[in-house]
């Protein structure tokens, strides 16, 4: 029985075995329990609470004794009940109640545990296990739909190609089907972007010029209704991100602005450096600590309720009329940040608006990335004298590819897989390019093949190309370094502009081994020696880069060594090394 009013001892003498303790000691460990403790009498009322029954139910001691709480008299078994503070704040609470007495009359012993955080924690991990099962869906149906467009988009163009021989009517019907095949390609896009599944290319952006080039064109898109401001911050920090598609995200944003302002209204896109502590990243699932670059997009809309914004990331949730939008606007948002290293926050209160922030990491660099033109929008021709082996195992992709190459002058060989691919090219010393699926039957893919043929033949050019390209291409949310990658669905132009550009470099790459444990500290640096034309290998342990050092062979001219690797110092893998290329030039990585 519970009596902390009442002094009591159990003395040592009555049996050695037992230490006394006293009810002044008892109550002092009530009082410093973590759980909420309450007495209430067979009425409910409270006689009796510690601190932190006062600090679950939000309200003085003096305040809770002889007041009724409605605790549940269910003896014994532990059940779940909803707190209800002053202010209306609800908190979730786990409660167990015993029958006890109280200065002599029968009374409830409750241990009430605040919950509230823990379910948080389950909700979110709820959330994210859903999001990622959708995730793994999208992408398949993604992967599926670029083949078939693939298919789609490349009849059309051939059709557009030879549209003197078509009447109008004709004319017109295969500009609508390339129009919405288009608009299908863009919609697996955005699949995969959610997904976290498409190859980025990022680089060193400023996001104050990035805004500053789109302001125009928001402002037109968004029509003269609605003011668009840009607030740049100064001595803004470089992030790494891929500039097109950050431009895509800026426009989704800005557009579902828009239609949150049916009657006009004011978007305000600022940017600023912001340092995200521990307690934040704890606090969202998909946070990092450090130093980020945030993006803000505030309109002056409808806003969003705490229901609607709880699924606004989901793909295919939309509060659009049907037909008036996919759903797939802010699910690409997140899915971009997301594979970027970033975080997406959203606070909308309705009828004052929305805000959107997109924390994307700082760039470690200096060296903000150079203006590149933009490409052509000619198609460069090949000739005979150049051979290619298209290898690709859906044949109506492949009859495709084929074709296409063969109207832009090129002598071609084709394969369904692997194991054909290699007995053309031991037959065929002049193949020039090998343009191989990533997908192919058997035990070996695309990349594999790549990697198998250039053993015997290490100057073959190779391009990749593939609906999906997952994990086998994409690693930390970017591309592969010194990967050449034309994405399904491609148009004739992409196809001969891409096969072009590789068939035109004049000197294969000289391939420089990075062995370094910290992940972007290696990232950084293949970044820039790939932008300085090297082909980089990388490896995060000692194991690893002697594994790479003998697969590379005399294509691996030089090796950065990081001293403080997880498996072996860095310093004492030169002599293994040594034992394959005594005068590998290495230079040693330290902070020491």
């Known amino acids: 029985m519970f009596h902390p009013h009442e002094e009591t001892m159990t003395h040592a003498d009555d049996d050695p075995r037992k230490v006394g303790t006293s009810q002044t000691e008892i109550t002092f460990l009530v009082e410093k329990n973590a759980d909420g403790i309450l007495v209430v009498d067979e009425y409910g009322v409270v006689l009796f609470a510690n601190p932190a029954a006062e600090q679950i139910f939000g309200r003085g001691v003096d305040d809770l004794i002889g007041t009724a709480v409605g605790i549940p008299a269910i003896d014994g078994e532990t059940a779940e009940i909803v707190v209800l503070r002053p202010g209306g704040e609800k908190i979730e609470a786990e409660i167990r109640v015993v029958e ?3 200065e002599n009359k029968p009374a409830w012993l409750a241990s ?27 992408a398949g149906v993604a992967h599926d739909f670029n083949n078939l467009l693939t298919i789609i988009i490349g009849n059309l163009e051939r059709m557009q190609r030879h549209e003197d021989a078509m009447d109008a009517p004709l004319r017109a019907a295969a500009d609508n089907a390339m129009a919405g095949a288009r608009r299908a390609a863009a919609l697996t896009q955005r699949l995969l972007a959610f997904a976290r599944r498409q190859p980025l290319e990022p680089k060193p952006v400023d996001a104050n010029n990035l805004v500053a080039n ?29 500039p097109t598609e950050l431009e895509a995200a800026l426009l989704n944003l800005a557009v579902n602005a828009r239609d949150a302002m049916p009657n006009g209204g004011r978007l305000v896109i600022e940017t600023a450096n912001v340092e995200l502590d521990e307690a934040y990243a704890a606090a969202h699932e998909d946070a990092r600590s450090g130093s980020h670059v945030m993006i803000s997009v505030a309109d002056t809309g409808t806003g969003m309720s705490e229901d609607v914004r709880s699924q606004a990331i989901e793909p295919f949730f939309t509060t659009k009329h049907e037909g008036q939008g996919t759903g797939l606007g802010l699910s690409h948002v997140y899915g971009f940040v997301r594979q970027s290293g970033g975080h997406v926050s959203i606070y909308s209160e309705v009828g004052v608006g929305t805000t959107i922030k997109l924390f994307l990491p700082r760039y470690a ?149 990075v062995v370094e444990d910290e992940v972007l500290i290696r990232m950084l640096m293949a970044d820039s020696l790939a932008e300085a034309g090297f082909h980089v290998v990388e490896a995060g342990t000692a194991e690893d880069a002697l594994k790479a050092l003998g697969a590379a062979g005399e294509e691996l001219r030089a090796i950065v060594l990081d001293v403080g690797l997880p498996d072996a110092r860095g310093d004492e893998l030169i002599g293994r090394i040594r034992e394959f290329r005594q005068d590998m030039p290495i230079i040693l990585a330290t902070g020491y």
Request: charged share 30%; proline share 5%; glycine share 6%.
């Open 100 to 102: 006890t007495s109280w």
């Open 112 to 138: 009430i545990r605040d919950i509230s955080e823990r379910r948080l924690v389950e909700e979110r991990l709820r959330h994210a296990a859903k999001m990622e099962a959708i995730g793994r869906l999208t």
């Open 214 to 242: 789109m302001s125009e064109l928001l402002s037109r898109t968004l029509g003269e209704s609605i003011e668009v401001k840009a607030v740049p911050s100064k001595s803004l920090h470089l992030t790494y991100a891929d």
């Open 365 to 513: 660099g200096e060296k903000e990335q150079p203006v590149q033109a933009r490409p052509s929008t000619s198609v460069p021709r090949g000739d005979l004298a150049e051979t290619i082996l298209v290898v690709e195992d859906d044949e109506s992709v492949r009859a495709y590819t084929t074709t296409s190459l063969r109207e832009l002058g090129y002598d071609v060989v084709e394969a369904g897989d692997a194991k054909t691919a290699l007995d053309i090219v031991a037959r065929r010393p002049d193949i020039d390019l090998l343009f191989t699926d990533l997908g192919l039957p058997g035990e070996m893919d695309g990349r594999s093949l790549a990697e198998r043929i250039r053993e015997t033949q290490p100057t073959l050019k190779v391009l990749l190309t593939t609906a999906y390209a997952g994990s086998a291409l994409v690693h930390e949310g970017r591309l592969d370094a010194g990967v050449d990658l034309l994405p399904k669905p491609f148009t004739f132009a992409a196809l001969g502009q891409k096969v072009r550009e590789i068939l035109d470099r004049t000197q294969v790459p000289v391939s420089v081994l």
